[in-house]
C-alpha cells in the first residue's frame, strides 16, 4: 500500500460528525484525502473533525445537509464541489438506530428510518455520479450492517433499510460501471471509548471482542483502493455471522 495512497483526492463522508462516521472521515484523512464533513444536527462535533483533519495538513470544510431530501443534497453537492473543485470518494454513512417493536412501530418511524438509512444513499449516490465520472476513479461506499442479515424483531425499520442498502450497492455497481466501483460495509457491533462493553456480543463472536471505528475506516479504505471489487457488501463483524 502506498503511502498516503489518497493523496490529491477528496472525499464526503456524510453524518462524518460522530462514531463510525468520524472516524472514517479522520481514516481517509491518514491516507491523504481531503474531507467534506456532512452532519445534520452534530455542528459541534462536525467542525472538531475538520479541525483535526486540518491538523494533519489536509483541506476539510463542514457541510450542513438533511441528506434525505433531494434538495439539501443538490445543494451539498454543489457546495462540496464549490469548495474542493472535484469530488473522488463517498462514504454513504448517515443513519439512524432504534429499537420498537414491530407491534408499535409507527408509519413515522418506518419513513423516518428508511428515509435517512436507505433513501438518502440513493439521493448522494445519484447527485454525486456527475463529478465521480468526471474523476476517472470514482468510488462509492454504503455502510449498511449485519442488521441486513439478522431479522431482529424489535428492529424490522432498521433491519429492512440495510437490506435495502445491500441491494442498492449491487444495482449501483452494475450502474454505474465501470467509471464508479460501489462497494457495502456491513459492521457489527462497533462501540467507542465510554459505552458499555456489549459482553453478549463478545460471547457469541469467535473473535471474542468488539469492533471500533477504525475496524470500519479500513475497510473502508481498502475498497476505495482496490480497482476489481464492485458490488459487493464486506462484513465487519468479527465473526458474528457465522454462529
Known amino acids: 500500500?502506498?503511502?498516503?495512497?489518497?493523496?490529491?483526492?477528496?472525499?464526503?463522508?456524510?453524518?462524518?460528525?460522530?462514531?463510525?462516521?468520524?472516524?472514517?472521515?479522520?481514516?481517509?484523512?491518514?491516507?491523504?484525502?481531503?474531507?467534506?464533513?456532512?452532519?445534520?444536527?452534530?455542528?459541534?462535533?462536525?467542525?472538531?473533525?475538520?479541525?483535526?483533519?486540518?491538523?494533519?495538513?489536509?483541506?476539510?470544510?463542514?457541510f450542513q445537509a438533511d441528506v434525505s431530501k433531494a434538495d439539501q443534497v443538490r445543494a451539498l453537492l454543489g457546495?462540496?464541489?464549490?469548495?474542493?473543485?472535484?469530488?473522488?470518494?463517498?462514504?454513504?454513512?448517515?443513519?439512524?438506530?432504534?429499537?420498537v417493536p414491530f407491534t408499535e412501530l409507527t408509519e413515522e418511524q418506518w419513513d423516518f428510518t428508511l428515509n435517512i438509512n436507505l433513501k438518502a444513499q440513493y439521493?448522494?449516490?445519484?447527485?454525486?455520479?456527475?463529478?465521480?465520472?468526471?474523476?476517472?476513479?470514482?468510488?462509492?461506499?454504503?455502510?449498511?450492517?449485519i442488521g441486513a442479515f439478522q431479522p431482529k424483531p424489535d428492529h424490522v425499520h432498521y433491519c429492512v433499510s440495510k437490506a435495502g442498502v445491500v441491494m442498492l450497492t449491487r444495482c449501483l455497481a452494475r450502474a454505474l460501471g465501470p467509471e464508479i466501483t460501489v462497494n457495502s460495509v456491513a459492521p457489527g457491533k462497533i462501540q467507542f471509548p465510554g459505552e458499555e462493553?456489549?459482553?453478549?456480543?463478545?460471547?457469541?463472536?469467535?473473535?471474542?471482542?468488539?469492533?471500533?471505528?477504525?475496524?470500519?475506516?479500513?475497510?473502508?479504505?481498502?475498497?476505495i483502493q482496490s480497482d476489481f471489487i464492485t458490488g459487493q457488501t464486506v462484513l465487519v463483524d468479527g465473526g458474528r455471522m457465522l454462529t
Open 79 to 99: 457546495a462540496v464541489e464549490r469548495e474542493f473543485g472535484r469530488l473522488d470518494i463517498l462514504v454513504n454513512n448517515a443513519g439512524v438506530f432504534f429499537g
Open 123 to 145: 439521493l448522494c449516490a445519484q447527485a454525486a455520479v456527475p463529478l465521480l465520472r468526471r474523476s476517472g476513479h470514482g468510488r462509492i461506499v454504503n455502510i449498511s450492517s
Open 1 to 62: 500500500m502506498a503511502e498516503l495512497p489518497l493523496i490529491g483526492q477528496v472525499a464526503l463522508v456524510t453524518g462524518g460528525g460522530k462514531r463510525i462516521g468520524r472516524s472514517v472521515a479522520l481514516g481517509l484523512a491518514r491516507a491523504g484525502a481531503d474531507v467534506a464533513v456532512n452532519f445534520h444536527e452534530s455542528a459541534a462535533e462536525a467542525a472538531r473533525v475538520a479541525e483535526e483533519i486540518v491538523a494533519m495538513g489536509r483541506h476539510a470544510a463542514t
Open 197 to 223: 462493553i456489549d459482553q453478549g456480543y463478545i460471547r457469541r463472536t469467535p473473535l471474542a471482542k468488539v469492533g471500533d471505528g477504525d475496524d470500519i475506516a479500513e475497510t473502508v479504505l481498502f475498497l
